[in-house]
């Protein structure tokens, strides 16, 4: 005779790999790394600053 299995267990854990999956999916299809965000991010502020030291003030 086999071992009972626990149905709610194997349904909990069979939703988690279909949620990783999908969590892998758009990471592939949306994501960038944090090292590529922080980089965006620091050029641009680096281009507000510039141009903020060039306006004028009236």
Do not use: C, I, Y
């Not at 892998?24 to 994501?31: E, H, L, P, Y």
């Not at 965000?37 to 281009?47: E, F, G, I, L, S």
Request: charged share 35%; net charge positive; hydrophobic share 35%.
């Amino acid at each position: 005779m086999s071992d009972p299995v626990n149905l709610n267990q194997f349904r909990k854990a069979k939703a988690r790999v279909a949620k990783s999956a999908l969590a892998d999916a758009n990471s592939v299809k949306f994501g960038r790394s944090k090292a590529q965000k922080d980089t965006d991010r620091q050029v641009q502020d680096k281009a507000t600053r510039l141009l903020d030291q060039h306006k004028r003030e009236t």
